[in-house]
């Protein structure tokens, strides 16, 4: 057929930065990001607050990345303070302007 893994690579390229795509892992960062400064709005006492911190017991014994650890990782890698997450306009706003 002619066509070669590099060149569907290249073309894949090509056509995000024409189309100004986010590459996925921006985009996944980004919702992990929204998720969190919605959970961190709620109130103390809500469900969805305790899930920040939920830790799972783990059937081996290695230490795993959780949620929170991404989340941090996240905010670090695009400039952010979690304490912005408590003002939902700045907080979005930074988010969506982030090129990570």
């Not at 070669?4 to 992990?32: H, Q, T, W, Y």
């Not at 014994?61 to 990782?73: A, I, M, N, S």
């Not at 905010?75 to 988010?95: C, H, P, T, V």
Request: proline share 1%.
């Amino acid at each position: 057929m002619g066509v070669n893994f590099g060149a569907i690579c290249r073309c894949g390229f090509i056509l995000r930065d024409e189309m100004c795509l986010e590459p996925v892992s921006l985009m996944f960062k980004k919702g992990r990001l929204r998720w969190f400064g919605h959970a961190k709005r709620k109130h103390d006492n809500d469900w969805v607050k305790h899930c920040i911190t939920l830790v799972l017991k783990e059937l081996d014994r290695r230490q795993k990345k959780t949620w929170l650890d991404c989340v941090k990782d996240d905010a670090e890698s695009l400039g952010l303070s979690q304490k912005d997450a408590q003002y939902r306009n700045k907080w979005r706003r930074r988010i969506k302007g982030a090129t990570g």
